[in-house]
């Protein structure tokens, strides 16, 4: 597949996952990726919600993005109305209501189920990418196996149900 | 769930300030009163804007507003503690709140409502104790309890009656609570009280529910197996009689017959077979007069305690329960909850949310 050359917004289950199989120089080195502060927040020990948490410099991080993003309740409203039955957690809110202020042409990683359901719903489907296909279309391949739900084979079948179980699949 | 709760939460703020409809028309910078009456009642949906000059008129957080985990305004429960104060009551109700609210917003999306009828006991504050414990036998033989009905008491209120159990770590004092929603029903038991407490605290708060309309609980109760008001004694009757109905009870033969020197180890170990404290088995059998109040009163509470156990190390049942997980998990699985607001919820990491799911024997949607 061409490599993206727009911006990548990319959310924090994506950042651990990049970090803990070795390839966040490879990620943000190849794309301009961005972020926003819930998020950055979201990686740093204590806030990860991971059981082996990984030491991530939030500088260093942060140095290496092209942009994180402040977002408000004005930006996080958005969110809330156009989809208030979606419990997306907090950095995966700030993500998506970020992405909804922008007109160019991002792309979105961000592989939780519900995060996924809110692009399907708003017709922002064809945004969603996989971590690895990032990381494939850089020309780099982890050291260690990603996880299920960071592949594109995943991304794609759930992207499949969750078009049809949002009855947009129907003619 | 719809959007229709964030209308009922802007009107529940607009009360609390003691606003009208027209102050908050003027704020919202609306013609009439008409618009606020239709935001309100869900028949017109907030726009976003809307929704940020509510938060900054009406001084409250966005979440809410918005947030489905949230009882705002909504359920009324009914405490078994000891010595908690009111503040830490109520900011653990808080969190409480926050696991109701988010079975009760998410288990009709994945197709587990809860019953349409409610079940309720005819009974009254006028009721006497020996009504309170035939029903509590009637109880027991309609649901088919069995010899221990402590074992399946929590399944049957579950499965039979909809109503959803959660074992919760709660901090010393709390017993457990029954809360009412308009919509569902829910006993909350802390996990760390010894067996035998943690099933009269289910069978007690069982009544509480089952006679919500009729006898209202108090809001805060302290934890005994006897004493306490009138429909506080209804209940523990209740209670008794559902965990040591009389069929039970005649599998251990004649009390007055034993001698009294064993009465202590004999109530000990028919108590540990009933899964019940041996304190409220000597009680259940003076109520049946199979024990004399004066032969009750000679053994002594310390020979009773935990069942004359010297540490108590039954294994704990896992935080929450089976269909709660299960409901969690296909939210997880079907992509209406993420698993990072997910384990939150029940203030997890992502990976201990998987194990948890695995202890209940439901299959982990965790895949991140």
């Not at chain 1, 994506?14 to 970090?19: S, V």
């Not at chain 1, 020309?139 to 947009?168: D, Q």
């Not at chain 2, 019940?276 to 109520?287: G, I, M, Y």
Request: proline share 4%; charged share 25%.
């Amino acid at each position: 597949m061409a490599r993206h050359h727009g911006p990548v917004l990319i959310d924090t289950n994506a950042i651990l996952e990049c970090f803990r199989v070795g390839s966040w120089r490879a990620l943000s080195s190849g794309y301009n990726v961005e972020t926003v502060e819930d998020c950055v927040t979201e990686t740093q020990t204590g806030f990860q919600r991971r059981r082996a948490e990984l030491q991530i410099d939030a500088a260093l991080l942060t140095a290496s993005l092209k942009a994180v993003h402040p977002v408000d309740d004005a930006q996080r409203a958005v969110v809330a109305v156009r989809a208030p039955d979606i419990a997306l957690d907090v950095g995966e809110r700030s993500l998506w209501a970020h992405a909804l202020t922008r007109s160019d042409a991002w792309v979105l990683c961000g592989p939780d189920k519900a995060s996924m359901r809110f692009g399907v719903r708003l017709g922002l489907k064809d945004r969603l990418i996989a971590l690895e296909a990032l990381l494939t279309d850089a020309g780099h391949r982890p050291k260690e196996a990603l996880k299920l739900a960071y592949t594109t084979k995943w991304l794609e079948n759930v992207l499949g149900e969750l078009f049809i179980s949002e009855g947009l699949g129907r003619s | 769930m719809s959007a229709s709760f964030i209308g009922p939460r802007i009107k529940a703020l607009r009360e609390e300030r003691k606003l009208s409809q027209d102050d908050l028309a003027r704020l919202f910078g609306f013609k009439d009163r008409q618009t606020v009456s239709a935001i309100e009642t869900g028949e017109r949906r907030v726009t976003a804007e809307e929704l940020v000059i509510a938060v900054e008129k009406l001084g409250a957080s966005l979440d809410y507003f918005t947030d489905p985990f949230l009882l705002v305004g909504e359920g009324r429960f009914s405490w078994r503690q000891t010595n908690v104060g009111p503040q830490r009551l109520s900011a653990y109700e808080r969190n409480a709140g926050r696991w109701i609210a988010a079975f009760r917003s998410i288990a009709p999306q994945v197709g587990r409502e809860a019953p349409l009828l409610r079940r309720a006991l005819g009974l009254h504050k006028g009721s006497r104790f020996e009504d309170a414990m035939e029903a509590g036998e009637r109880f027991v033989a309609e649901f088919k309890l069995g010899d221990v009905p402590a074992a399946r008491l929590a399944e049957v209120m579950e499965r039979e009656l909809g109503i959803l159990v959660l074992h919760v770590n709660a901090f010393d004092g709390i017993s457990g609570a029954a809360c009412r929603l308009p919509e569902l029903d829910v006993v909350l038991i802390n996990r760390h009280e010894v067996v035998g407490r943690r099933h009269f605290d289910l069978a007690h708060e069982l009544f509480h529910i089952l006679t919500w309309d009729a006898m209202p609980p108090e809001h805060s109760e302290e934890a005994r197996e006897t004493g306490g008001n009138r429909v506080e004694q209804l209940a523990n009757n209740f209670a008794s009689a559902v965990l040591m109905p009389t069929p039970a009870l005649d599998r251990f033969g004649d009390w007055s017959a034993i001698d009294a020197g064993k009465l202590a180890s004999r109530l000990n170990a028919v108590a540990e077979e009933l899964q019940v404290t041996a304190s409220a088995l000597k009680w259940r059998l003076v109520a049946l007069d199979r024990l004399k109040p004066a032969v009750a009163r000679t053994v002594p509470d310390a020979a009773l305690r935990n069942n004359g156990r010297i540490a108590d190390d039954a294994a704990l049942p896992p935080p929450f329960s089976k269909p709660f997980m299960e409901v969690i998990g296909l939210a997880v699985d079907e992509g209406r909850v993420s698993a990072r607001r997910a384990a939150a919820l029940l203030d997890l990491t992502v990976d201990d949310l998987a194990d948890l799911f695995a202890t209940h024997g439901v299959q982990s949607p965790v895949e991140l």
